[in-house]
Nanobody
């Protein structure tokens, strides 16, 4: 079983930056994809970005392209989401997800962007 623990959320002004981290523990071999999702109040959870563990191919939602960067440190079993030029509409709970060894979710970290 994979356990995911996010950190790095907080309150930031519009235009600011945050870096989210997600550490994977447990049985991490076999994870093929790591992703960041977010869920704003009253909205469905949406995929923000993901990265493959082989080849480190990345994908971004249109709303994240050009502002967010997903990366991973395999030695630390950690995936990051660098978020720049934050907007109030980025306010949400951000969740880490892994696929390949089941489908695992972290508990989420709150990101609040004030205008």
């Amino acid at each position: 079983q994979v356990h995911l623990l996010e950190s790095g959320g907080g309150v930031v002004q519009a235009g600011g930056s945050l870096r989210l981290s997600c550490v994977a523990s447990g049985v991490t071999s076999g994870i093929s994809l790591l992703a960041w999702y977010r869920q704003a109040p009253g909205k469905q959870r949406e995929l923000v970005a993901d990265i493959t563990t082989v080849g480190e191919r990345t994908w971004y939602a249109a709303s994240a392209t050009g502002r967010f960067t997903i990366s991973r440190d395999s030695a630390k079993n950690t995936v990051y989401l660098q978020m720049d030029s934050l907007k109030p509409e980025d306010t949400a709970v951000y969740y880490c997800n892994s696929k390949g060894r089941g489908d695992s979710w972290g508990q989420g970290t709150q990101v609040t962007v004030s205008s």
